[in-house]
């Protein structure tokens, strides 16, 4: 219920801010973003909206959107392992038939990867959603972190370019 709460969420401030800032020759002006408090830097197209998470304000969630993309980084004081691990359960249960999704929601089967990314577990996938749109997501666990993209754009359209170098941007910050 709080994944379904979640989505919901970051769909509706994906659609709100696909906006980004243009130069004077058209391109957008993208530029790196550093977050030590959040341990990670990303390459946005714009500045990027920050704020804690209204929804859950006994959490400890920051939320940065722009270009489309919401990352929400999440501390997890016991871990996220388990988090990556349940949602791969439920799309594998989806995939097999097992688990029926909710109505309005299906999984693209072929758009699902898992593994590691700097030793650390990841999951992602894309889905259409009840309103007709597309919904990436990326999940990541970074020991007690767990950093999640998303962004919709409308179905029968390509995926914009714009979440792929987002998310290819991402990057840990070392520990001093």
Request: aromatic share 12%; with cysteine; glycine share 8%.
């Amino acid at each position: 219920m709080r994944l379904l709460f979640l989505l919901t969420v970051a769909l509706v401030l994906a659609e709100a801010s696909f906006g980004q800032v243009v130069e004077g020759n058209g391109q957008a002006s993208w530029k790196e973003y550093t977050y030590p408090n959040d341990g990670f830097a990303i390459t946005f197209p714009s500045e990027p909206s920050t704020h804690k998470d209204a929804q859950f304000p006994d959490l400890q969630i920051n939320v940065y959107t722009s270009g489309g993309v919401t990352l929400r980084a999440e501390v997890a004081p016991n871990g996220c392992d388990s988090a990556i691990t349940s949602q791969a359960e439920g799309i594998e249960q989806f995939k097999t038939g097992q688990k029926k999704p909710n109505p309005g929601f299906q999984l693209d089967a072929a758009s699902v990867r898992q593994g590691s990314l700097e030793g650390h577990p990841f999951l992602e996938f894309e889905q259409t959603v009840p309103n007709g749109m597309k919904d990436f997501e990326r999940w990541y666990c970074v020991e007690k972190k767990l950093y999640v993209f998303s962004s919709v754009w409308p179905a029968g359209q390509a995926k914009p370019a714009t979440i792929e170098r987002v998310v290819r941007s991402f990057r840990l910050l070392k520990k001093s």
